[in-house]
């Protein structure tokens, strides 16, 4: 599997889309603004106030989500000028994802995105698309001040080598061997080591970077908080295995290209590599199902909520955004819809039975002199 070619949210904006069924996206996005305002905070407290200001988001997909967060960081440094009494700069917003992204959904809601600005009498903005992957160079050196990243660098930039022997699982789970966990952990390493070298050549000396990854509170990469949403669509799978839907073979030689690190580990990665120092490491909890408990609606549709009591198709959704065209590129476009499907039931089954959680963890990172 070539991770760069297929690894991409589902576009559009279609009952499928990662445009409609990434709300667990924002709801991480806005349990970190404190982090992220703290940083803004450091970033203009410690410099000279820049008349340029550079923000780059990594991994900035497409849909509500992708202007949410660059909205909520130019407003705080808007009310940051306000209290200091000082002009608002120019903003030079890069969105980086790979290229299979939907850029064009991106361009499209521009004006209205510009336009919101102007009535808020924020500076002049400037967007532009820096499609590749970030496990390596993007922007040149020492030109970028901010750099945000949420629930994107938890993926790998290949499947781990050497974990032929993982079979029956599509990722780490309590039956993966030894091996495949260490293979795991090391290909984490090597590419989220070689994210800080690339950013640390092209982040300017006091600049910051708030990174949100999908991780997990545990020490034990195989535990059930990271990897048992993974486990239940193992399970679907191999169903279809056993009826002879999908081949054996096919089912052994699918993983998925994802690391869910603990903090400590993005803490060791953080200090062995060198370039940043570690403001604030946090963990974060949100439940499968978006729509589950005292989150705050208010801003969507109310055809959006015709599936609210199914948990089992909110989170089934969620997932098939993030995962069919990874699915697709390895067994076909036949069997997606009956996977999830069956995958919904598997879902539904679990979450009536326990409270299921994503753990997040979440690092403020300032670039050393």
């Known amino acids: 599997?070539?991770?760069?070619?297929?690894?991409?949210?589902?576009?559009?904006i279609g009952e499928a889309s990662y445009a409609n069924n990434s709300l667990v996206q924002q709801k991480v996005i806005s349990l970190t603004r404190p982090i992220r305002e703290e940083a803004i905070t450091k970033l203009c407290y410690n410099k000279k106030f820049p008349r340029s200001l550079s923000i780059?988001?990594?991994?900035?997909?497409?849909?509500?989500?992708?202007?949410?967060?660059?909205?909520?960081?130019?407003?705080?440094?808007?009310?940051?000028?306000?209290?200091?009494?000082?002009?608002?700069?120019?903003?030079?917003?890069?969105?980086?994802?790979?290229?299979?992204?939907?850029?064009?959904?991106?361009?499209?809601?521009l004006d209205s995105f510009k336009n919101e600005l102007e009535k808020n009498s924020c500076g002049p903005c400037y967007l532009f698309g820096a499609p590749g992957s970030f496990y390596g160079r993007l922007f040149p050196n020492t030109s970028i001040h901010f750099v945000h990243a949420s629930y994107s660098l938890q993926w790998l930039s290949k499947v781990?080598?050497?974990?032929?022997?993982?079979?029956?699982?599509?990722?780490?789970?309590?039956?993966?061997?030894?091996?495949?966990?260490?293979?795991?952990?090391?290909?984490?390493?090597?590419?989220?080591?070689?994210?800080?070298?690339?950013?640390?050549?092209?982040?300017?000396?006091?600049?910051?970077?708030?990174?949100?990854?999908?991780?997990r509170r545990s020490d034990d990469p195989s535990s059930k908080e990271c990897c048992y949403i993974w486990e239940?669509?193992?399970?679907?799978?191999?169903?279809?295995?056993?009826?002879?839907?999908i081949k054996e073979e096919q089912m052994d030689g699918f993983n998925i290209p994802q690391y869910t690190p603990s903090p400590s580990e993005v803490k060791l990665q953080v200090q062995a590599e060198g370039s940043f120092t570690v403001n604030r490491l946090e963990v974060s909890e949100v439940n499968w199902n978006a729509y589950d408990t005292n989150w705050n609606v208010t801003d969507f549709e109310s055809e959006e909520f015709e599936s609210l009591s199914d948990g089992g198709y909110n989170v089934a959704q969620c997932m098939r955004a993030v995962a069919e065209p990874l699915l697709v590129s390895h067994f076909g476009e036949d069997i997606i819809e009956e996977v999830f499907s069956r995958y919904q039931s598997l879902l539904a089954e679990s979450m009536s039975k326990e409270k299921t959680k994503f753990f997040n963890v979440t690092v403020s990172l300032t670039r050393n002199a």
């Open 1 to 12: 599997m070539e991770v760069e070619q297929v690894l991409h949210m589902n576009g559009g």
């Open 56 to 109: 780059a988001d990594l991994g900035c997909s497409s849909g509500p989500n992708t202007f949410f967060v660059v909205s909520e960081i130019i407003k705080a440094v808007e009310n940051l000028c306000r209290e200091l009494n000082q002009d608002s700069p120019e903003y030079n917003v890069f969105m980086n994802d790979l290229p299979g992204n939907d850029f064009n959904n991106i361009f499209r809601s």
């Open 160 to 215: 781990p080598e050497g974990i032929e022997n993982n079979k029956g699982n599509i990722y780490m789970s309590s039956t993966s061997p030894l091996n495949v966990l260490n293979a795991y952990y090391e290909q984490f390493q090597r590419d989220f080591s070689f994210f800080l070298k690339c950013r640390g050549e092209e982040v300017v000396e006091g600049g910051v970077m708030v990174l949100t990854f999908l991780g």
């Open 232 to 245: 239940l669509m193992a399970a679907a799978l191999n169903d279809m295995v056993l009826e002879g839907i």
